[in-house]
DNA sequence: AAATAAAACGAACGTTCGTTCTAATTTATG
DNA sequence: CATAAATTAGAACGAACGTTCGTTTTATTT
């Protein structure tokens, strides 16, 4: 089983452009083709079909099916005649992008990984530690919102992995802990913020960035009927602006700066 | 599909023991017995067993083998041959406790709505706004601690149930971060607290209340051999109040009390 | 001790699963 | 346009699934 390519250096840095969910959406390399195109790259030994093209258009189409059709019952209820429905593929067609129905699980949880990676490893220039924490929710919103079939997805099947693959989603999560816990100690320790629990706050901004992207009928405001995909986009915006909001005036009142 | 017993009005105020832990296992009515008897009266149509012993006997062995199975590798995953196994028990002893494999689900968030509701339900007679909040976030911790794998089961398992069950489950946490919000705003309003954004903060607080439940790798110091049952019960207090003391104090800091 | 009710058993059933196979079709290339 | 290679559709396969049921064992009553 392959680990996957690791982002090159010169892809990990710098040209993610956070100023708004619109902009990162046109500058994050990992979406749409580029992202298939990553998993047909990386999974040679799984994905059977020769032609780079047509890989990607087939792995498109299984993976809105999956994500379509498990959101609602669970990978493991969906079989794969469903899936074959749902993608308009054969059978055939499906066997020759994957090799067994659990690829698609290790593909998902790649992408995750490869996603929490660009994240942790994104150089945040930000003149402040203040700073550097409201970018870091940024890019974490911003990227599971992107993802979010994804993120989701492999919160809840998980456990159809195996055990070291397990600990692996768990070590992310610790990790992104792990960075946030930093950048506030080291704000304390330069006098930037008022000393507290730097521990229970990272553990309090991890989860609610995990409970955006796992219930999103709890933030989305105007989802229905919103028109044309450009009308989307704006609302999307607005929802994802209104939680980074809250979430920072609410720690930027724990950490008593303003 | 019975919706099965509401607590009786005797039941639900006033004899629970919110003093420490120990004292909450001694007098929370949804627990071993109990519960299981519970169910065996809730769900006749369901359980073909004639004896609430003996029914109550296979019913614990059954849930206990479900969560033990299902919490490593889902529910969906787990044959009726793997519970037959675990459980020690034949298929045919199974199905005269349950008539589907589906009942099972629909009897844990039976039982998980029921603690629910016995939460919201709790009277909580407090000298101060602060103190009501402090003692649901603390009914909260201790009725999911002692559920815990009912809750964790229901969270990961939902995806079985029918939509209107699915949109209970979310009343249930739209109701508890309901609850907490109208605590604040009414502390907020007697000038107890300062203002703030009380939606953001119930839902934080509720948020990190399953992830109490969700993740106990997290929050689990001193798990491995702890030895006798007793020294297990008291690393679980300590555990629980080490938890809820960084839950309280950074409520507290954003309430500006204190 | 006999009779009866309840519970437990586990092999067998029909169905559906993930996966494989093959004949037909499409695509690429000279 | 010819030919080879790649891709497709969907029938076919064995394993495993949830569930049933005739039978045996255990518990209770007469």
């Known amino acids: 089983?392959?680990?996957?390519?690791?982002?090159?250096?010169?892809?990990?840095?710098?040209?993610?452009?956070?100023?708004?969910?619109?902009?990162?959406?046109?500058?994050?390399?990992l979406q749409g083709e580029h992202l298939y195109a990553r998993l047909f790259d990386a999974h040679q030994d799984i994905v059977q079909t020769r032609k780079q093209k047509v890989a990607v258009a087939n792995l498109a189409?299984?993976?809105?099916?999956t994500f379509a059709i498990s959101a609602a019952s669970g990978f493991d209820k969906m079989s794969l005649r469903d899936l074959s429905r749902q993608a308009d593929m054969s059978m055939g067609a499906i066997y020759s992008c994957i090799s067994r129905k659990e690829d698609i699980v290790l593909m998902v949880a790649d992408i995750v990984r490869q996603s929490s990676e660009l994240t942790r490893q994104f150089?945040?220039?930000?003149a402040s530690c203040r700073a550097q924490l409201e970018q870091g929710l940024r890019f974490h919103l911003y990227a599971s919102t992107l993802l979010q079939p994804w993120y989701f997805f492999l919160f809840f099947e998980t456990r159809s992995l195996s055990d070291a693959q397990q600990q692996a989603s768990k070590q992310i999560e610790l990790d992104a802990i792990g960075w946030f816990e930093a950048q506030i100690e080291e704000g304390i320790a330069s006098g930037e913020f008022k000393p507290l629990d730097a521990s229970m706050l990272a553990n309090t901004l991890v989860v609610l960035l995990e409970d955006w992207y796992l219930k999103p009928w709890k933030y989305?405001?105007?989802?229905?009927?919103?028109?044309?995909?450009?009308?989307?986009l704006k609302q999307k915006e607005k929802n994802i602006n209104a939680y980074y909001a809250s979430l920072t005036a609410q720690m930027a009142r724990l950490l008593a700066v303003e």
């Open 220 to 232: 989305q405001a105007g989802s229905s009927r919103s028109g044309s995909a450009k009308q989307a």
């Open 61 to 65: 189409r299984i993976f809105d099916a």
């Open 1 to 29: 089983m392959n680990q996957a390519v690791t982002m090159s250096p010169s892809e990990t840095g710098r040209v993610i452009d956070l100023s708004s969910y619109a902009r990162f959406t046109s500058t994050f390399p």
């Open 123 to 126: 150089s945040l220039q930000a």
